[in-house]
């Protein structure tokens, strides 16, 4: 019995209530157990009522909510994937790599890095496991025009894989506005069912949000969809145990702590749902200091890394 059949059989949803649910990219009773009433109704074209009925059946059919033990967490923690950065000291400063099923934000001024290393992951995800890789493609959402097909060439030529293959293997998408790159994620898990996608990159994460709501007034909604869109990339890395890097710009305001005039986009909204936050600072020539800012498990650390022709590295 597949996942699908199961939303049909879920009471009270019939042929066309399912179909509408499948349409706006709730594709198993595990995305429909954890979304909220108002957000489904919205999504599938429903109402409220229906949409809270339609949850809390999924919750229980899903049987999701109760508590485990540390063993068994342990346990599923062992289907966590880890990619590498191409870059020794980095990886080991995230513990052996970019984690799946986790978010790695990635935050800085202009010029320091993020970029670049987005374009190195997403050749290095599709190396074989051995290798440091996941075996998989790479999705990027751009809303700055910074990816270059070029780049990806250098890289994959350095790591002695196919151009060719390499470039097939990375889906980009340019977003042209806030809502434009929430829709996205939409044709993003479509892409997941066909393609093996174990990398999705936001290059960058907060530019149109940022450009879009401007001033106090309209703060709360910046917030509300940002935390929203936040949220529809932890599902997607969790159910499709994949790698989420999105890269953060900053505002000019003095932060003490990191003794740089410096603080990423997004407030407590990006702060808290990001697993790992790395902020980056340019050093001299090529180099680039990451500076790992919160995890869940791992002290604060830095790691400095290379930016040259073949890529990143150590």
Avoid: W
Avoid at 264 to 272: K, Q
Wanted: charged share 25%; hydrophobic share 40%; aromatic share 4%.
């Amino acid at each position: 019995m597949t996942e699908e059949m199961k939303i049909d059989e879920l009471p009270g949803v019939g042929p066309a209530t399912a179909e509408k649910l499948r349409e706006a990219g709730y594709s198993d009773l595990m995305t429909i157990a954890v979304e909220s009433p108002k957000n489904l109704a919205e999504m599938a074209e429903i109402g409220e009522a229906t949409a809270n009925k339609i949850i809390n059946l999924a919750k229980r059919e899903a049987d999701i909510g109760n508590f485990e033990t540390g063993d068994a967490l342990l346990e599923r923690r062992k289907a966590v994937g880890k990619l590498t950065s191409g870059v020794k000291a980095l990886d080991e400063l995230l513990g052996g790599g970019f984690e799946s099923q986790a978010i790695i934000e990635l935050y800085g001024e202009f010029g320091s890095g993020k970029t670049q290393i987005a374009h190195q992951l997403a050749v290095n995800v599709q190396l074989p496991e051995d290798q440091g890789g996941l075996g998989g493609h790479a999705l990027m959402i751009d809303t700055e025009n910074t990816f270059r097909p070029e780049r990806i060439v250098q890289i994959a030529g350095a790591l002695d894989l196919d151009p060719q293959e390499a470039l097939t293997n990375v889906h980009v998408a340019r977003a042209f506005n806030s809502h434009h790159q929430m829709l996205l994620m939409d044709r993003a898990k479509a892409l997941a069912k066909e393609f093996p996608v174990k990398l999705l990159i936001v290059d960058s994460l907060t530019a149109h949000f940022r450009a879009e709501y401007i001033g106090r007034g309209a703060l709360a909604e910046r917030q509300q969809k940002l935390n929203r869109h936040m949220h529809d990339l932890q599902r997607f890395a969790d159910l499709n145990n994949a790698v989420i890097l999105v890269t953060n710009q900053v505002s000019a305001k003095p932060d003490a702590f990191f003794g740089d005039p410096t603080r990423p986009i997004g407030g407590h909204i990006v702060g808290h749902t990001a697993t790992f936050r790395i902020y980056m600072r340019k050093s001299k020539g090529g180099k680039r200091i990451c500076r790992l800012v919160d995890s869940p498990s791992l002290p604060d650390g830095e790691a400095v890394v290379t930016l040259c022709e073949e890529g990143v590295r150590d």
